[in-house]
């Protein structure tokens, strides 16, 4: 039986961890012959930077081959193949599926259709749990543990999938949380409730200013233009927060700024040399954490 990556709900506190402790091992050598001889399909049927590029990095690094498309418009979906018979038929060229799809649960259904594992690298607003994996990396590279630490998350709370996967990762680790969002991209009720369950504190608040002065992550979103139906609510609150060098003064000394990327508006380009700012070493960790994943989804390491 495979074990897909559909949710990060799906790996416990233990294989978060090995995933973490696996992922230090490729950092200090990522270029091994591990994946010889396998196939990875990337199906991207949204735009992406990192993500696509990273996975796929991984995979020839570790001595693999990929196949794939980075525009559903040049597959077969344009033509009205379903979603399961496009999985069907990649599980026969492929070793393993890494799926990027529009609609919330697709990557789940792709995962119980399928016979070979499915990594989500994304399923609308829902989850994006390899890009979990990777922040929990640069949080606990940069702070040293995992454990009790204050989060701050910022912008779109409501459609960023990274920050709903998050959450549910630090449920793990103890930690404080502070949602600073305008109303209308509001933290969703379940993930408020899922907290209030956990036990875990948080607070909320529309206002950006130093309200991250006790935190130890600020972690920055961006507004997904792509998930608004209606364009002048977008406009409305695109820019609602930008994050300046000079708001940094009071922070924490031991405050890193981490961002899922891609940034439009949200951080301002002078706080780029700020020492503050990981976004970019947080973008090259998810090479490491997806040559982990995938050898995990292959069954090579535990
Ligand atoms: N963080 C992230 O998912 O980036 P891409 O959309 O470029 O893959």
Avoid: W
Wanted: glycine share 4%.
């Amino acid at each position: 039986m495979h074990k897909s990556l559909v949710s990060i709900t799906d790996y416990s506190k233990q294989e978060i961890l090995s995933i973490l402790e696996s992922a230090r091992d490729f950092e200090a050598n990522p270029n091994r012959k591990t994946l010889d001889g396998k196939v990875i399909a990337t199906l991207f049927f949204e735009p992406s930077t990192r993500t696509r590029l990273s996975f796929e990095t991984a995979v020839v690094r570790l001595g693999g081959s990929i196949i794939g498309f980075s525009d559903a418009a040049t597959s077969s979906s344009v033509k009205g193949e379903t979603l399961n018979d496009t999985i069907h038929m990649v599980s026969c060229y492929a070793d393993a599926i890494v799926m990027r799809h529009p609609l919330e649960g697709a990557a789940r259904y792709a995962a119980e259709v399928s016979p070979v594992p499915i990594v989500n690298a994304g399923d609308g607003a829902n989850q994006h749990p390899s890009q979990t994996l990777l922040d929990l990396y640069s949080i606990l590279k940069t702070q040293g543990t995992l454990e009790n630490l204050t989060i701050c998350m910022v912008g779109d709370l409501k459609y960023g999938r990274t920050v709903h996967s998050l959450i549910q990762a630090m449920s793990h680790f103890n930690p404080t949380f502070k949602f600073i969002a305008p109303d209308e991209l509001r933290l969703p009720e379940e993930y408020r409730v899922f907290c209030r369950q956990k036990g875990i504190p948080f607070t909320e608040s529309r206002e950006l200013n130093d309200n991250f002065n006790d935190a130890d992550i600020l972690y920055m979103t961006r507004v997904q233009k792509e998930r608004f139906l209606d364009q002048i609510e977008y406009e409305r609150v695109k820019n609602v927060y930008t994050l300046c060098n000079d708001m940094l003064a009071a922070s924490k000394s031991n405050l890193k700024i981490l961002h899922p990327l891609p940034r439009v508006n949200e951080i301002s380009m002078d706080v780029d040399k700020n020492e503050k700012a990981y976004y970019f070493q947080q973008a090259q960790n998810g090479l490491y954490v997806r040559q982990a994943i995938v050898s995990k989804v292959l069954g090579l390491i535990e």
